[in-house]
């Protein structure tokens, strides 16, 4: 349980913590390389470190500083995971991204394995990747039957696929790219709108052959079969997902001005800086740096705010933020829709119901529906019980809500954001002060 009420401005500098989305496929990519990865800004969030943890059990020797910044991975090619009695068992936490892109990698191993999680993830549709994997020849199982974790995939050769995704997800497509490099065949992935684009990125940069074009039917990625991919230095920027609370709370808090430094503004990723622009935002973005992932600072000042519509191709640029885009939207004058974003309920909890069940509590006027919210936004909110269900941005988005409420509002489980920002609470006390 954590209280927080009103605070003053937030002012002064910060560099949040590295990009989750990022981190992982360093280490996932790394240790299917040949060579040493190095990698620095990395994250040592608890989702990240599962992904560690799963390739440490596979045989590949991975080295974290001790503040957990900088990561060296001994990779040891695309087919040097192992798994001593052919069968090895993964645990990956709260990540779904350790589970659908592990699940990719892994179908074409010639070893089994039993992949599970906590119960959150033992709720997540894996069906979408299950589905495309067994097209490609995989044995992929949902050991319960319910189309979620534990998984049970028995590694064998694989076919390369066209498969048409029917969500824009950066899992899924992350999954069957995995699946590919081993495939026979090219293999092609078309979602209706274009997810996070770092998998392709790095894979590239790795030395694998993928290519990405929008066509007639949505976003086309595809990967040629490959023979190694080669190690390399990843340079992880800040996070944008969790740039997005102080961006949110300086944005809301009267008299604010904060520096939000190297963070991540890949356009596949930076829906908010658009959606918090349309909201009347005053963002500036400074020192850009175009690197494998551009970068900027991102300088937010105080500004009021009016509601938007958020909806169509931009959701899976900001799918992650929606919760404090809501929170933002109940202080905004004016309504704020959020649509075609029904993928909110399967992240890690239901995050429609659980941030209309929040805003409400703390007295703003939320309707849910059934791909997104309609927030009537102006009101004074006073502090209340909030329920994060487990859920790291929900925590965070909440405690923003915290520092513009009246009274106290309380947080019941805060810890869940070790998943991804575990400096969360003393890095926003530090600009509070
Ligand atoms: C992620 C993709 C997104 C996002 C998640 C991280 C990734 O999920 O919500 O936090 O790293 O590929 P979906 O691909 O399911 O949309």
């Known amino acids: 349980m954590l209280a927080i009420s009103g605070k003053g401005p937030l002012r002064g500098e910060i560099r949040i913590p590295g990009d989750k989305s990022i981190s992982h496929r360093g280490v996932m990519f790394g ?12 994250l040592p969030g608890a989702d990240c470190l599962s992904t560690i943890d799963c390739f440490r059990r596979m045989g590949i020797s991975i080295d974290l500083s001790p503040d957990g910044h900088s990561v060296r991975v001994e990779g040891r ?20 991204t ?41 044995d992929i199982v949902s050991v319960r039957g319910n189309g979620c974790a534990p998984l049970k995939i028995t590694g064998h050769p694989l076919t390369g696929i066209r498969y048409l995704s029917p969500v824009a997800s950066a899992q899924v497509k992350s999954c ?15 979602e209706p709108a274009l997810s996070r684009d770092h998998t392709e ?3 590239a940069a ?14 086309e990625a595809s990967v040629q079969p490959c023979e190694r991919l080669e190690a ?34 890949n356009p596949t990723r930076a829906g908010i800086l658009q959606a918090a622009g349309a909201m009347g935002a005053d963002i500036s973005l400074l020192n850009r740096e175009d690197g494998a992932e551009p970068a900027a600072d991102i300088l937010v000042r105080h500004s009021s705010l009016k509601g938007t519509v958020i909806e169509g191709d931009i959701i899976p640029a900001l799918i ?53 919210m309609v927030i009537e936004g102006g009101r004074p909110l006073h502090g209340a019980l909030i329920h994060t269900y487990g859920d790291h941005r929900l925590a965070m988005s909440f405690a923003v809500a915290g520092l513009m409420a009246d009274g106290e509002t309380l947080l019941d489980d805060e810890t869940c954001v070790s998943v991804s920002y575990p400096s969360f609470f003393s890095d926003l006390n530090a600009l509070t002060r």
């Open 31 to 42: 240790s299917l390389a040949e060579g040493t990865t190095e990698i620095s800004g990395f």
């Open 77 to 96: 090619g695309l087919h040097g995971l192992r798994a001593p009695g052919g069968e090895v068992s993964l645990y990956t936490g709260n990540s779904g």
């Open 98 to 138: 350790t589970t659908r892109i592990l699940s990719g990698i892994l179908a074409p191993q010639a070893f089994t394995s039993i992949l599970t999680g906590d119960a959150s993830i033992e709720k997540r549709p894996m069906k979408r990747i299950i589905d495309p994997l067994l097209a490609m020849g995989a």
């Open 176 to 190: 069957v790219l995995c699946a590919g490099l081993y495939a026979r065949e090219e293999t092609i992935l078309v």
């Open 201 to 203: 990125r790095m894979l």
């Open 206 to 219: 790795f030395g694998a052959s993928v290519s990405s074009r929008r066509t007639s039917r949505g976003y």
């Open 232 to 265: 390399r230095k990843v340079r992880v920027p800040g996070d944008i997902s969790s740039a997005a609370y102080f961006l949110a709370a300086a944005a809301l808090v009267p008299g604010s001005e904060v520096l939000i430094r190297g963070t991540g503004i």
């Open 320 to 372: 992650d933020e929606l919760p404090v885009l809501a929170l933002m939207a109940a202080f905004a004058e004016g309504t704020t829709i959020i649509r075609d974003a029904a993928e909110l309920k399967v992240k890690e909890t239901d995050r429609i119901a659980a941030v209309t069940e929040g805003l409400l509590a703390m007295g703003a006027r939320v309707t849910p529906t059934d791909d997104g």
